[in-house]
């Protein structure tokens, strides 16, 4: 509750100064300072930050390490983004295998954007076309109200008859 309270005041107060890099880097600061304290959604800021270039420079290379350091503890968004990451071979080597594992954590744990890609996945070469697991998956994933599953379950059924 009291980091929730925090990142709010902190939100508010980068509103109000204009949105301004200060604000973001400050903020980064914080998040990075409860990152390395081994706070896992803090992790998760920072990857994020690092990922897309918010209050600090962007850096894959950093993105990756601390989505891992937050994957590792068991939190299904960077588990996801970490799957990402080895399928497109973002900071590290292409790696389905990798990829695959790291979705099926976050995907077991109910997060339907690792669902959703984790049923394009089967249904993929990479995933040796095994289409029964990926209907399952985007099922889960269009049932969790994920709506781009919906779609792909479409076109899943449709190339399979």
């Not at 600090?56 to 970490?82: C, I, M, R, S, T």
Request: charged content about 30%.
């Amino acid at each position: 509750m009291m980091r929730s309270l925090t990142h709010l005041v902190a939100i508010i107060s980068l509103c109000f100064s204009g949105g301004s890099y200060a604000g973001a880097e400050a903020m980064f600061e914080r998040d990075l300072a409860g990152a390395e304290r081994g706070d896992v959604e803090a992790q998760y800021d920072v990857a994020y930050r690092y990922e897309k270039g918010r209050g600090v420079e962007e850096d894959e290379e950093l993105a990756f390490q601390w989505f891992l350091k937050a994957a590792e503890q068991g939190l299904d968004k960077a588990q996801y983004k970490l799957g990402l990451f080895y399928l497109n071979g973002v900071a590290t080597d292409k790696d389905a295998g990798a990829a695959m594992s790291w979705l099926k954590k976050s995907a077991e744990q109910g997060y339907s954007p690792a669902q959703y890609q984790l049923g394009k996945l089967y249904a993929s070469a990479a995933g040796d076309h095994d289409y029964d697991r990926a209907v399952d998956w985007l099922q889960k994933a269009r049932d969790n109200g994920y709506e781009p599953a919906t779609s792909e379950l479409i076109k899943l059924r449709r190339h399979a008859d």
